[in-house]
């Protein structure tokens, strides 16, 4: 065995071993906080579409609309289908889902638990129609909430009366 | 001179990596972050543009013929949504060739992270027979 051919010390060992655990210790909490800040992001981007989502279906169809019904939480659209039919479509809020025609629209979603708080829909004017959709993260607790109006753009000659209560 | 050894090139190499992997993360979360604040803001001026598109739209004919702006027409005086003050500026002008429409155009402005940020959306609306 050649002079030379040195190891490390115990000592050596001795103190580097608790460096490294700090070291990777540090780093591996750095980056699990980040990884789960990272996953909170990403549960906020679903709050948006779980808002969004229904907020942009709804404005679709009252754009349409021939009849406008609101009963509280509830709104009936009143819509020509494509074979020329009258049909509705009814979305409620239950038990923090939106549902429309009893089918779940929010809810399923995987990262975030999210919870639509409220589902308000008032006449503001004649044939304008005011909806505001508000959703709740419990994992972060945000709160993210969507507001808009719709005129209504019914054929002439239909003269049926809304109703709202 | 027995022990002049300074850094290997793998160890250096190997430090640079794990520095570089939580470099990586923060940027990964700053990126997600950042884009989903933007998202948000944005969606929330396009459906108060919407708002008050609509609203205008809904007013009597004398008012749409003849304002030149109109103030926010939703609920409150000042629009706070989603943590953002929004400005809603409403600008009426007539239209070349058709005196019974006039453009009406919704500029949303708001302040994100010390930016400016603007929207701006036009609809055509019918204000005289």
Redesign the interface.
């Known amino acids: 065995m050649r002079n030379d051919e040195k190891g490390q010390g115990l000592l050596e060992l001795v103190i580097s071993l608790p460096i490294i655990a700090v070291l990777l210790i540090s780093l591996s909490t750095a980056f699990l906080y980040f990884l789960k800040l990272y996953t909170f992001s990403l549960s906020e981007f679903e709050l948006q579409e779980q808002v969004r989502m229904p907020m942009e279906r709804i404005v679709r169809e009252l754009t349409y609309a021939e009849k406008v019904e609101i009963y509280g939480n509830t709104l009936r659209i009143w819509i020509w289908n494509d074979i020329g039919r009258q049909q509705s479509v009814t979305y409620s809020l239950d038990k923090s889902k939106l549902f429309k025609d009893a089918q779940p629209l929010t809810g399923g979603n995987k990262l975030g638990d999210i919870m639509i708080t409220k589902f308000r829909c008032v006449q503001k004017k004649p044939e304008v129609i005011f909806v505001e959709i508000e959703g709740r993260n419990r994992l972060t607790q945000h709160h993210f909430s969507l507001e808009s109006a719709v005129r209504l753009h019914r054929k002439k000659g239909n003269n049926v009366q809304n109703k709202f209560y | 001179m027995?022990?002049e050894n300074g850094f290997f090139l793998l160890e250096t190499v190997l430090l640079g990596l794990?520095l570089m992997?939580?470099a990586e993360?923060?940027l990964?979360?700053s990126t997600?972050?950042h884009m989903?604040i933007n998202?948000?803001a944005a969606?929330?001026a396009a459906?108060?543009a919407?708002?008050q598109l609509?609203?205008a739209?809904?007013q009597d004919v004398e008012t749409l013929s003849q304002a030149v702006t109109l103030p926010w027409l939703?609920?409150g005086d000042a629009v706070e949504?989603?943590g953002y003050h929004y400005e809603v500026e409403t600008i009426l002008q007539e239209t070349v060739g058709d005196m019974s429409l006039r453009e009406v155009t919704v500029n949303i402005s708001w302040t994100e992270n010390h930016k400016n940020k603007k929207m701006s959306f036009q609809r055509v609306v019918k204000c005289r027979d």
């Open positions: 027995a022990r794990i992997a939580a993360a923060f990964l979360y997600t972050e989903r998202s948000e969606t929330t459906f108060l919407q708002e609509a609203l739209e809904g939703g609920e949504k989603n």
